[in-house]
T-cell receptor
Framework: GQQLNQSPQSMFIQEGEDVSMNCTSS?????WLWYKQDPGEGPVLLIA?????ELTSNGRLTAQFGITRKDSFLNISASIPSDVGIYFC?????????????FGKGTRLSVIA | GAGVSQTPSNKVTEKGKYVELRCDPI?????LYWYRQSLGQGPEFLIY????????DSGLPNDRFFAVRPEGSVSTLKIQRTERGDSAVYLC?????????????????FGPGTRLTVT
């Protein structure tokens, strides 16, 4: 099935560094979401974006909804060991209703203390 | 409050057997979704319920897969004649029915998943 293109696939960073990852699509999405998944757990919602150009923060996390509606990025500032995990972007074609999400393949983040 | 729960957490079965996976959504969440996550991949949509009825089952890979939600709460995903390729983590999510101007409180909340291994 269709999946969003996430990059990078994996990252190894030093504690305290900033992190940036992005997600692109060949088609328009009207909702962009960022989830984090820890081993043995389900994805946990971090940030939700509903308008093109929207920039939203959640603590050390900042995400933007691209103005073309075909991309989004997630930044993590001053990384800490508990940031380790797999970060997924997800998109929804329509803003209204409860249509299912399309996910990327994830970015695996490793933080070296 | 309690989140989405899924049972069993792990299931090992032999090729050709029948399995049932259960999802208990967050209380009050009318919408319920099943996704499948293969190793190294993101979740892929299988089926979505609004209340008791399947609103969208376009993600079910074939007729060996079936899901029910008879009372609009707990859902069961049923897989007949399992194949080794069915091995994956099966995730369930639930949500409120979203209004026109939604916010994050209407998004999908995921359970921990059931890891299915077909030998």
């Amino acid at each position: 099935g269709q999946q969003l293109n996430q990059s990078p696939q994996s990252m190894f960073i030093q504690e305290g560094e900033d992190v940036s990852m992005n997600c692109t699509s060949s088609s328009i999405f009207n909702t962009w979401l960022w989830y984090k998944q820890d081993p043995g757990e389900g994805p946990v919602l971090l940030i939700a974006l509903y308008k093109a150009g929207e920039l939203t923060s959640n603590g050390r996390l900042t995400a933007q909804f691209g103005i073309t509606r075909k991309d989004s990025f997630l930044n993590i500032s001053a990384s800490i060991p508990s940031d380790v995990g797999i970060y997924f972007c997800a998109g929804r074609k329509r803003n209204s209703g409860n249509t299912p999400l399309v996910f990327g393949k994830g970015t695996r983040l490793s933080v070296i203390a | 409050g309690a989140g989405v729960s899924q049972t069993p957490s792990n299931k090992v079965t032999e090729k050709g057997k029948y399995v049932e996976l259960r999802c208990d959504p967050i209380s009050g969440h009318t919408a319920l979704y099943w996704y499948r996550q293969s190793l190294g991949q993101g979740p892929e949509f299988l089926i979505y319920f609004q209340g008791t009825g399947a609103a969208d089952d376009s993600g079910l890979p074939n007729d060996r897969f079936f899901a029910v939600r008879p009372e609009g709460s707990v859902s069961t995903l049923k897989i007949q004649r399992t194949e080794r390729g069915d091995s994956a983590v099966y995730l369930c999510a639930s949500s409120l029915i979203a209004p026109l101007n939604r916010d994050a409180s209407y998004e999908q909340y995921f359970g921990p998943g059931t890891r299915l291994t077909v030998t």
